[in-house]
Nanobody
Framework: QVQLVESGGGLVQAGGSLRLSCAASGRTFSSYAMGWFRQAPGKEREFVAAINWRDNTYYADSVKGRFTISRDNAKNTGYLQMNSLKPEDTAVYYC????????????????WGQGTQVTVSS
């Protein structure tokens, strides 16, 4: 397992941008697939984006074309660049990691960060 710590959340106006970071501990971060999920108040945690060790990516339809997931294995850090933010993107964002390929369901990920709040005002 790896330990994950998110940062970069905050308050932004609609149409603005934020970049979230996910710092991982452990020397085998490059072997893990990484995902980003989000959870709005009163809603279930939902998939946002994922990236595997080959830098293949996959996105939820709701963020495709606006969000970009990436990773820097030398820094043991993953990123989620969020552009053209909308009020409906408001949520706590979590990064997660798993050994293996890309997955889109929470039960497939064994390591989770504590979450970072993103609030988009209209």
């Amino acid at each position: 397992q790896v330990q994950l710590v998110e940062s970069g959340g905050g308050l932004v106006q609609a149409g603005g941008s934020l970049r979230l970071s996910c710092a991982a501990s452990g020397r085998t971060f490059s072997s893990y697939a990484m995902g980003w999920f989000r959870q709005a108040p009163g809603k279930e945690r939902e998939f946002v984006a994922a990236i595997n060790w080959r830098d293949n990516t996959y996105y939820a339809d709701s963020v495709k074309g606006r969000f970009t997931i990436s990773r820097d294995n030398a820094k043991n850090t993953g990123y989620l660049q969020m552009n053209s933010l909308k009020p409906e993107d408001t949520a706590v964002y979590y990064c997660a990691a798993r050994l293996g390929g890309i997955a889109t369901v929470t039960s497939e990920f064994g390591s989770w960060g504590q979450g970072t709040q993103v609030t988009v005002s209209s």
